[in-house]
Nanobody
Framework: QVQLVESGGGLVQAGGSLRLSCAAS????????MGWYRQAPGKERELVAS???????TYADSVKGRFTISRDNAENTVYLQMNSLKPEDTAVYYC??????????????????WGQGTQVTVSS
């Protein structure tokens, strides 16, 4: 089993910054892509940013130029630096990882995991 634990959410004024972290632990063989999604009240979950194992990144148009995703492969951790925050960024942010894990027989199998979510609230 693999666990993703997020931290760094909170309340911030518009124009402020927050940094989210997500650490993956457990029987991890290797991690392919990691990313961040968000879900605002009454809206569908949407991709915010993703990063491949090689460091290639993608961003939602709404956050380009304001958010930066990065990862520490040695620590199995992904970060989301959020600057110039806007009230419309208010949402629950979820970390996700596409990876290979090992089972008790040491066989390798693919897996997709989600974190529990962390609330980000931006006040106007």
């Amino acid at each position: 089993q693999v666990q993703l634990v997020e931290s760094g959410g909170g309340l911030v004024q518009a124009g402020g910054s927050l940094r989210l972290s997500c650490a993956a632990s457990g029987r991890i063989f290797s991690i392919n892509s990691m990313g961040w999604y968000r879900q605002a009240p009454g809206k569908e979950r949407e991709l915010v940013a993703s990063i491949s194992s090689g460091g290639a990144t993608t961003y939602a148009d709404s956050v380009k130029g304001r958010f930066t995703i990065s990862r520490d492969n040695a620590e199995n951790t992904v970060y989301l630096q959020m600057n110039s925050l806007k009230p419309e960024d208010t949402a629950v942010y979820y970390c996700t990882a596409n990876l290979f894990e090992t089972d008790s027989s040491w066989e390798v199998r693919p897996g997709d995991y989600w974190g529990q979510g962390t609330q980000v609230t931006v006040s106007s």
